[in-house]
């Protein structure tokens, strides 16, 4: 884009729009081959990602009782349990050749850590942009820059990443009360994020060991039975075993 005191290159001012939009596009929306593609209107197999076709997801939720006294010593701690009975079922569907099939189980326990904040509580001096809500500006504004500590306590100042502007209008953490930070076996994550750019984004399952009174048989288990009917093209026993 070329610009002087007099006049303004338009095309050039286009040009660097669709140069940012793209930009900003691949960084944060598309990761994987398939997503570039999809932008332009194309399509592709999921197998120039090397990567499997997920064929169903079920999102189910698992609930239990919370408080178990059992005796004087005991009586008042928090004793979570949950048993759950869950059916996930695949629609009928063509297979074009040979593979293998999988079925997934994730178990995601709240993400609520006790030390988290709301950002715009730790932030000083707040300014028209911070409060306002202006969608013009939420709009056009680049990401914003913050550290640990504006969401966290105790955080690290020196850990920085990005969120979009507005982001604490779109997202409230959940408030935790501070006496709860000492205490054992409650389902809440005690430490804030380390500098690790995946344990800032993914949630490990060991943040959560402390939660359970044992982890000799990890923190949950499954019993499956799986009910598959299959068509095939295939010729009869008696076709196969007269083979003229």
Known sequence: MTTSTTSIDIMGLQ???????????????MQRYHDVISSFGGKTSYDADNRPLLVMRSNLWASGYDVDGTDQTSLGQFSGRVQQTYKHSVPRFFVPE????????????????????QYLNAKGALTYTDIAGDP???????????????VFRSGDSSKKFKIAEGQWYRYAPSYVSPAYHLL??????????????????????????????????????SQVKFNVTVYRNLPTTRDSIMTS
């Open 15 to 29: 040009a660097a729009y669709a140069n940012l939009h793209t930009d900003q596009e691949r960084d944060y929306f």
């Open 98 to 117: 040979h593979g293998t099939m999988f079925t997934l189980a994730l178990v995601r326990f709240p993400p609520t850590a006790t030390k988290e904040i």
């Open 136 to 150: 013009v500006l939420y709009g056009n504004l680049p990401p914003r820059e913050i550290s640990m500590k504006d």
């Open 184 to 221: 054992e076996g409650f389902p809440f994550i005690q430490e804030p994020p380390s500098g690790d750019l995946q344990e800032r984004v993914l949630i490990r399952h060991h943040d959560y060991d402390q939660c359970f009174q044992s982890v000799q048989l990890l923190q949950w288990n």
